[in-house]
């Protein structure tokens, strides 16, 4: 579609022949990086955080007895940390044209940052021997990787990330065929709740545009089917500073048309307005009792790792 | 002092100045009318904020930009007509020396104009006379009275005066 400022995903990667591709190598540095202390999530020490009881059974480790329980109810149980609790991590990316955006700031689109993040939580789950499955999705749910704890499942996440990634740039190419309205962009996640899965942890990774309220409808629903929601708002530098001076004729990346602005006397509005969606949509986020975080896409992604990690440790406690 | 061309009751001193500061006061004009050709194109995500901070400015950017533009033009008007040095033809406004005349009265003093005359002596007459041109005289117009006796004419008022009585 453009040339100049904004040049298409899929052609970039192919010019510069690596983009995201390597998408799981990448992931396993960020997770490694990051657990090895480059960026510090908020850990509660070295100890496991105590989940549950399981009942004693002949030849269990004795270090793990419960003595309290023994002391009180002459019963033999095992506390059973955190970690032994298999738990399933959802990751929800959203694919829509909208994710594609890229400014001159960043050099990640929106998408291939919620695929790094994606890939490198999906890393970071498999590590700990958790269950972890990937959906995207656009308009509707796209594709969809059943949970799996097997480490080989990191490459299959990796390469339908990297599928995802040419396959909407490919998408945006081709048409520019305007939609009317742009959907709100968590609707399809309302298919996904209807798919029944058991209580897990749910990652969202989107921009969240479109109508706020019927985006935190659909969290809502993610919240009355039992899950933890974190939601990972991924946002590009350009939308939320606007720091163009110049007039500008603006063309939407979903529906192809164009708004002509003077930047410099509009940026103070652009940026209060942004801001108080911003923050709108992290009160009610908090109010559901779920997670907000900002990932913007000039940002290191083991920010994303870290928010994931702090609701893990809350999760437990 | 060149003859100006008379604009309503004032003119100016340098009217093709004046013509060249109102070409002039056209620039701002143009630059504003290019400016809104100059646009640089680039694809967006985030329509939603730009329209809502648009319909919010709307009014004010507008009437910014328009008071801008008029007062940069006037600027320039008012500054190519401060420099082609406007001024005022007739009556009192303005007493400058741009419009002012020396007028040399002679008057004949000779025993001839004792003559008596209907209202007075020739001499009376001619001082009556005198002073009704003074006193119709436009301001800024000076004065000299210069007597003619025998042979010799003789200055009373020897300083250019501008003064009436």
Redesign the interface.
């Known amino acids: 579609m453009f040339t100049q400022a904004g040049q298409s995903t899929a052609a970039r990667l192919r010019e510069a022949g690596q983009g995201l591709t390597g998408l799981e190598f990448k992931a396993r540095q960020v997770v490694d990086g990051f657990l090895a202390g480059s960026h510090r999530g908020p850990r509660r020490g070295s100890s496991a955080e105590f989940a549950e009881h399981r009942a004693y059974a002949p030849g269990d480790d004795l270090r793990y007895l419960d003595w309290k329980v023994f002391g009180k109810h002459d019963r033999f149980y095992l506390k059973q940390l955190e970690q032994e609790t298999n738990f399933t991590c959802h990751l929800l990316l959203d694919a829509s044209s909208s994710m594609l955006y890229r400014s001159e700031d960043a050099s990640l689109s929106k998408l291939e940052t919620g695929c790094l993040a994606a890939a490198a939580i999906a890393w970071l789950v498999l590590r700990q021997q958790d269950l972890v499955g990937m959906t995207a999705f656009a308009q509707s749910l796209q594709m969809q990787l059943p949970p799996s704890g097997q480490p080989s499942h990191l490459k299959q996440i990796a390469d339908a990330l990297e599928q995802i990634m040419v396959r909407s740039a490919a998408a945006s190419d081709a048409n520019g065929a305007p939609t009317t309205e742009p959907a709100p962009t968590l609707r399809p996640l309302h298919e996904w709740c209807e798919q029944g899965w058991k209580r897990a942890v749910v990652v969202v990774l989107s921009d969240c545009l479109g109508d706020l309220s019927s985006n935190l409808e659909a969290l809502r629903r993610l919240r009355s089917c039992r899950h933890d929601v974190v939601l990972l708002h991924v946002v590009d530098p350009a939308e939320q500073d606007f720091p163009f001076d110049e007039p500008t004729r603006f063309h939407d990346v979903e529906s192809g048309r164009a708004q002509p602005v003077d930047c410099r006397q509009l940026r103070a509005a652009y940026c209060a307005d942004f801001e108080s969606f911003r923050r709108k949509l992290e009160t009610d986020c908090r109010e559901l009792g779920a997670d907000y975080a900002l990932l913007r896409t000039d940002a290191p992604v083991e920010l994303a790792l870290a928010a994931f990690l702090s609701r893990r440790v809350r999760q437990g406690a | 002092m060149p003859d100006p061309l008379p604009i309503l009751a004032f003119g100016f001193i340098s009217p093709w100045l004046l013509a060249g500061g109102v070409a002039l006061s056209a620039v701002p004009l143009v630059i504003h009318l290019l ?2 050709r ?17 319909k ?2 709307a009014r004010r ?1 507008r009437l ?2 328009v008071v801008l533009l008029a007062v940069r033009t006037l600027l320039i008007l008012v500054a190519a007509a401060a420099v082609s040095q406007p001024f005022l033809d007739d009556d009192s406004l303005i007493s400058g020396a741009a419009s002012g005349r020396l007028r040399v009265l002679v008057v004949d003093t000779s025993l001839s104009m004792s003559a008596a005359g209907d209202a007075g002596t020739s001499l009376d007459r001619a001082r009556l006379l005198a002073s009704r041109i003074v006193e119709t005289a436009p301001a800024g117009d000076a004065f000299t009275l210069v007597q003619i006796r025998r042979s010799t004419p003789f200055a009373v008022i020897s300083r250019i005066s501008r003064d009436r009585p």
Do not use: G, K, N, T
């Open positions: 400016r809104r100059q646009y640089v194109d680039r694809p967006w995500a985030a329509m939603q904020f730009l329209q809502a901070a648009l919010s400015q950017v910014e930009s």
